[in-house]
């Protein structure tokens, strides 16, 4: 089950670099897909006028894309995979922007092609996919496991190929060029078995041709006999049947063939690797023979091409182009040329379907159609693109905003650092910069606390927080590295200038804090990378560079530490290793090959740098992978590795943890090619829901029974609660005042904790569930009113983002009133994360793809046409319940709009929640409900019910009505399942769900009609409910045992209204209830 | 600092120094890279390039430090391994075992092929950009920089780097069709190459009885099994009982090692002159 995170982008004025690498174009004309050499893929929409927008950016890839192709039949499935330099694939839903599948494979693919036989044919497909490997690997479409290998007699490097499908033939075949230029002819549909059965498939014909760097080949599916050869320096066409050469034209020097496609019967379109396109008609022998009457002989058959036309580029940039063409015959389908440039540009051109010359003869320019780029988009949307801090920038100095270049989020302080292009540094508070830069408030940006360090005179290119992970340094140090090639210390709290380090190195590029378990003299350093290949060594207490380590030739790839010898281990890109000694400042060792990577393995726990990481997020990914493996290793270095620093760090790192520690981040984002950084906002909904509903409770149970929770709770656990008194201690950021003792005796009682927690990790929920309450009793505990504030400012926001603002007048005039909510700034870009290391963030140009036309100048936060549908058929679907429905949400507005926004809040983490939900548990809940009692199933339909019970909390409380609804609440499940079978985005969802809601309210406030009903026990069947849906929902993970002490718990958590709920009864098995 | 306070005529000669760097000297590292390469190139002895006349064939005569149990001589022609004739003399009986090639048959060494192919790549990245080209940009000779260098560390590395494979992958393997007489059934055999080494392994087996009390525990991929290793293939268990490695010196891979080492720094150095340029003023990368 996924984490239900929803992020939040908030992009600079500048695009993130996108060199384009591969270019395709979906089946339905209306995606363009990219990918880039800096890994991401970007969908961009394309109108039926051919007008190009950009949509999303998906990340999750680590090296360069280097092709792409379509991963199932399109009308099926909008899917698209993806492969890479290093490996990766990846398969994604270009609708909604979904990573479905992803490996790493050991091969690297040039060229993939889809391939499915329908009649012959278990699973989804093939991907037959070639590159620098031997011959032909089929991979499942599916799973993206090796199916197996097409072999040859003289196996090599494929260049291209092509799938040949033709009627007349009637046998599929795969016919590619190696890279010495042998074609060879694998037949596919008469080995389909052969190859299912893994035996050995080899060629059917293999001939070669007389041509080096084989660029692309093509089968014409119109004549169903000329074969088009396409190598850089000529192309040339071939009859199929027996492979003789019928024609063949050279290209201009200078120029280099890049692809090519057959427009129709004899009518070819070739392109170049700088852009241009020729568009040749081949005219037969016959022709030919009257040209040349010297020819008379002819015996052997010859084609004659004739330019008909070309297309060009404007100022022609000289980058290497990446072209394809889409053709497609039937109405309204284009025949589009399409072309993408390492300048992240995109260029079409309509290729009309009877392409002619002009009068004269001479060839006729094809115009372009569009060019569009990322940079064209943030223009465009100029108040989307806005950074995070640029009105900041904009109200207090009046000039040109600042280009982010660095950032750091600080979460225990909720301070977001950010370094700038000009050299300043801005530090604000998170959330609140947030809200100034998203809603429509003028008096939140004005009164916006900040800070501005001015110190460096050229761009800030990395910053450090090093007491953020490990409490060894002064909480009030802020590193900041510059262009300038000076380190400054900062004390972040007064903004002054503690020491400068001056390198003279060149850029600095990354700050590093040492490894927990390396210390030197007692304290811990802090290591720079420079952009001369240096690693310098900072001592922070005593404001020295302790070592410079200027010898390395290559990039540094690894720094570690040796902390028994004090020794400096870097690690360089070409394999190199460079051993320091860190006392006396000399070069130990300098070792390459297998040496080196023995000296680089032999010491696994050490802080470690990539030195071209793409994402923050992909990066902490990779180092969270194996958690419990870093600890232990630092165990068997004989080093005190059970400290608190040190499993605070290692739990830090896993991005999940630290969300389910904090409702609310801010993730900055690097990119690779230029300066410019943008910030990811991330809510955590559960999180979110629970701060909620612990702050209604502390608000209206009564004294009492908060008081009994609250010591049953405190007789339960005794080392969370000291955890927490440390954490609250840093919060305040007051960690100096902590004393050593207690911070030793804290060490061991969190350490043994989180081991704990992580021994339980195989059993799934409960891990979840534990660190869900621990973290609750946190905030009930520190009972501080700013936590509430926080969570609910922060509920807000989220709730502003989704709310479909311009939509409807009143609603949103309804929301801004009641609710206290303030409206949009302008719509914002949504995340969608489909697993700790695949990310899909909406672009500027998202709004005016998917709703069609709208008014310029109108704010509208819809994401798409489908919400009112959606909507709509919600409705429909909680139809039944209106009556019951409307009074809590009376009630709500009777009391107070902070209620109702919990009310909202609620049901967009329900929907989350049940999106979530692996399909298959669904359909099982479902069946298992038509079957009624299969004990197995059990379970689960109660996670089902619990989960609507929840929804309609107001519900469960009238006992009256309860056996009503559960044909209702099965439909709406259905519908909601369903909804994510559809591919529909969880934010459509969502955004649906509070349209109907907003709806509905409104509806009820027009009415004058008040019911009073206990507000209280409304909200606790909520918490209940919510909590049992949690654990019940990981239920299939959980031993019977653990079930009696859940309840326990419960029931101590709302004992009132226990009897109210018929239903808890059924879910629990234990005897108490 | 000295980057804020550089006047304008300073600014005026760096940018004049970042011209001639990107129209002079990027085109002059090009060439020599280029020439490196071909060289480089040249020592794998493309069948396709030279004239239809077959790459030459090279002896080599395989050897171990001490003992004198595997001897054998091998033939290399190009990436094709054409003829090999081993001796082996049984460790216990004293018998001596020999075995070779069939005559039509060859085994193609993928390491060689693929470095090959890596490098030949490389060369064609830099050929695209001839000295006609036009460099507009630092980042455009960064990328190619970086393209280029990603083929010669792979090529590199597939030198350098032999495939592990496990046992029952090597009893699997082609290799073992090659021979005439045909392999024993207890004789395995692996060719690899390591760094400049051609190397030959012998695996000698023996049955494990499926009564046996040895635990049986496969071993996993490696590039040198030790003694005592087991798999299972074809229903049957065995065990190493008996592992020969001899190897042979190939000159020219040596060469073609260093020089992939020569062109990365090159490469690396021309990537960190652009990259000083780029620390002066924020360049546009487009």
């Known amino acids: 089950m996924n984490v239900p995170v929803q992020a939040v982008a908030v992009w600079g004025k500048i695009a993130p670099s996108h060199s384009i690498t591969a270019i395709m174009i979906t089946d339905d004309q209306q995606t363009i897909v990219t990918g880039s050499q800096e890994g991401q893929i970007c969908l961009w929409d394309l109108s039926s006028e051919l007008k190009i927008s950009s949509k999303e950016i998906l990340f999750g890839h680590t090296a360069s894309v280097t092709c792409l192709a379509k991963a199932r039949e399109f009308e099926k499935q909008p899917y698209v995979v993806s492969a890479t330099e290093n490996g990766e694939m990846c398969v994604w839903n270009v609708a909604s922007g979904q990573c479905i599948e992803n490996t790493k494979l050991p091969y690297r693919h040039t060229a993939i092609y889809y391939y499915h036989c329908s009649f012959r044919m278990t699973g989804e497909g093939w991907l037959l996919c070639c590159g620098e490997y031997q011959d032909v690997l089929i991979i499942d479409a599916k799973t993206l496991g090796v199916l197996h290998t097409l072999s040859s007699q003289s196996s090599d490097w494929i260049n291209c190929m092509c799938i040949v499908h033709s009627a007349r033939i009637q046998e599929d075949s795969l016919v590619a060029v190696s890279i010495t230029g042998v074609l060879k002819v694998w037949e596919l549909s008469s080995s389909l078995t052969s190859i299912q059965e893994r035996q050995d498939v080899c060629e059917k014909e293999s001939k070669s041709l007389d041509c080096l760097n084989c660029q692309a080949i093509r089968f014409c599916t119109y004549t169903e006999r000329l074969l088009l050869v396409v190598s850089s320096i000529c192309w040339q066409v071939y009859d199929y049947c027996d492979f003789s050469l019928l024609c063949t034209e050279f290209s201009k020097s200078g120029q280099c063939f890049a692809g090519g496609e057959v427009l129709a019967a004899y009518r070819l379109i070739i392109w170049t690797e700088d852009g241009y396109s020729y568009i040749y008609q081949l005219l037969n022998s016959g022709l030919s023979r009257s040209i040349y009457p010297a020819d008379g002989k002819v015996l052997k058959e010859t084609v004659y091409p004739h330019l008909l036309c070309f297309t060009g580029v404007k100022e022609n940039k000289s980058f290497p182009f990446v072209m394809g063409f889409l053709n497609e015959r039937k109405e309204p389908f284009y025949k589009i040329l399409f072309s993408g440039e390492a300048s992240g540009r995109i260029t079409l051109w309509h290729v009309p379907d009877v392409p002619a010359s002009m009068f004269d003869g001479s060839p006729k320019e094809i115009p372009i159609a569009a060019i569009w780029s990322l940079q064209d988009n943030f223009d465009k949307n100029l108040s989307m693109s806005e950074g995070i801090i640029d009105h900041l920038c904009a109200s207090k100095y009046g000039i040109e905003s600042a280009v982010v270049t660095s950032s750091v989020y600080i979460p225990s302080l909720d301070k977001l650092v950010c370094g700038c292009e000009n050299g300043k540094i801005f530090i604000t508070l998170g959330l609140k910069t947030a809200r100034a830069r998203l809603l429509e408030n003028v008096s939140l940006k004005g009164n916006l606390s900040h800070k501005v360090l001015n110190g460096h005179s050229s761009r800030v290119t990395c910053l450090l927080y090093p007491h953020d992970n490990s409490v060894k340094f002064d909480p009030s140090w802020l590193l900041s590295g510059g262009q300038d090639s000076v380190v400054i210390c900062w004390n972040i709290f007064t903004g002054e200038i503690l020491h400068q380090f001056i390198l003279q190195a060149g850029t600095v590029i990354e700050l590093l804090r040492s490894p927990e378990n390396f210390k030197f003299k007692d304290h811990s350093i802090v290591c720079c990378v420079c952009n001369d290949h240096s690693v310098a060594i900072l001592h922070l207490q005593k404001r020295e560079c302790l070592l410079h380590a200027r010898k390395h030739l290559f990039p540094v790839k690894k720094i570690k530490f040796d902390p028994v010898e004090n020794l400096l281990i870097v690690g360089c890109e070409d394999d190199s290793v460079y051993v320091w000694e860190i006392e006396t400042g000399t070069l130990e060792r300098h070792e390459t090959g297998e040496i080196a990577k023995a000296i680089l393995s032999s010491i696994e726990d050490s802080e470690y740098l990539v030195a071209d990481a793409l994402l923050p997020i992909s990066q902490e990914s990779k180092r969270n992978k194996n958690p419990e493996y870093k600890s232990s290793s630092s165990y068997k270095l004989g080093m005190v590795s059970y400290n608190l620093t040190h499993t605070e760090k290692s739990s830090d790192k896993i991005m999940d943890n630290s969300l389910i520690r904090q409702p609310f981040t801010v993730l900055p984002v690097k990119t690779k090619w230029n300066s410019a950084n943008f910030h990811i906002l991330l809510f955590d909904l559960e999180k979110l829901v629970e701060l909620l509903l612990s702050s209604q409770l502390c608000g209206l149970k009564s004294s009492n029974s908060f008081h009994n929770l609250d010591t049953i709770e405190r007789a339960k656990s005794t080392t969370e609660k000291r955890a927490l008194t440390l954490r609250r201690n840093k919060t305040a950021g007051s960690i100096s005042t902590v004393d050593g003792q207690v911070d030793a005796v804290c060490a061991n009682q969190v350490s043994g904790d989180t081991n704990a927690v992580r021994s339980l990790e195989e059993s799934g929920g409960i891990k979840r569930q534990k660190k869900m309450k621990s973290s609750r009793k946190i905030r009930m505990q520190s009972s501080g009113n700013i936590d509430v504030d926080i969570a609910t400012d922060t509920a807000k926001l989220l709730l502003s983002c989704l709310l479909p603002w311009g939509v409807d007048e009143e609603i949103d005039n309804l929301c801004v009133r009641h609710l206290d909510i303030l409206r949009l700034q302008c719509p914002v870009s949504f995340g969608l994360l489909s697993n700790e290391s695949h990310i899909s963030l909406m672009l500027p140009g998202w709004k005016c793809t998917d709703c069609g036309v709208l008014e310029e100048h109108t704010l509208s936060n819809l994401f798409s046409k489908r919400v009112f549908d959606l909507s709509n058929k919600y409705l429909a679907a909680t139809e039944g319940q209106n009556e019951t429905k409307e009074e809590p949400v009376n009630n709500a507005y009777g009391a107070k709009g902070s209620e109702t926004v919990l009310f909202l809040f609620n049901r967009i983490a329900l929907i989350n929640r049940i999106i979530n939900m692996p399909s298959a548990d669904t359909s099982e809940i479902e069946s298992s409900h038509r079957s009624e009692s299969v004990h197995d199933k059990w379970r689960n339909m109660e996670a089902a019910m619990s989960s609507f019970s929840s929804f309609y909390g107001e519900l469960s409380s009238k006992t009256s009505k309860h056996h009503s609804p559960d044909f209702r609440r099965v439909s709406l499940l259905k519908l909601i399942c369903c909804w994510s079978d559809q591919s529909i985005k969880i934010i459509e969802a969502m955004q649906a769900v509070l349209l109907a809601e907003v709806q509905r309210t409104m509806k009820t406030l027009r009415k004058t009609a008040v019911y009073r009903q206990p507000l209280a026990i409304v909200e606790n069947g909520n918490v209940s409910a919510l909590k049992h849906d949690k654990s019940s929902n990981s239920a299939n993970f959980q031993d019977v045992e653990d079930v009696p002490d859940r309840c326990v718990l419960e029931e101590s958590e709302s004992p009132d209204d226990m009897k109210a709920h018929p239903w808890i009864s059924k879910v629990c098995s234990c005897k108490v209830c | ?286």
């Open chain 2, 1 to 286: 600092m000295a980057v804020a306070m550089a006047s304008a005529a300073e600014r005026a000669v760096l940018e004049e120094e970042f011209k001639w760097l990107l129209q002079e000297e990027v085109h002059a590292v090009l060439k020599q890279l280029q020439d490196i390469l071909k060289e480089a190139s040249h020592r794998f002895a493309l069948p396709a390039s030279g004239a239809e006349a077959a790459a030459k064939q090279e002896s080599f005569v395989l050897s171990t430090a001490g003992t004198d149990q595997v001897k054998g001589v091998l033939t290399l022609q190009g990436d094709a391994l054409c003829q090999a004739d081993v001796n082996l003399k049984m460790p216990r009986s004293n018998q001596l075992l020999h075995f070779a090639f069939r005559e039509d048959k060859q085994w193609k060494l993928q390491q060689i092929q693929d470095a090959r192919n890596h490098v030949n790549q490389a060369i064609y990245l830099l050929m695209k950009r001839d000295v006609n080209y036009h460099f507009k940009t630092g980042s455009e000779v960064l990328k190619l920089m970086d393209a280029v260098m990603l083929q010669l560390s792979r090529a590199r590395n597939r030198l350098t780097t032999p495939a592990t494979l496990t046992l029952p992958e090597i009893a699997s393997s082609g290799l073992t069709r090659m021979f005439a007489p045909a392999l024993p059934p207890d004789i395995l055999v692996n060719f690899y190459i390591n760094l400049n080494k051609l190397c030959l392994t012998i695996y000698q087996l023996h049955v494990l009885q499926p009564s046996t009390t040895k635990n049986f525990k496969p071993a996993g991929g490696s590039i040198l099994h030790n003694p005592g290793a087991m798999f299972e293939f074809g229903n049957q268990r065995y065990e190493v009982s008996h592992v020969h490695k001899v190897e042979c010196v190939v000159p020219w891979l040596n060469d073609a090692l260093v020089f992939f080492t020569v062109s990365l720094q090159l490469c690396q150095q021309l990537k960190d002159k652009i990259s000083v340029f780029s620390s002066y003023w924020n360049y546009k990368p487009y």
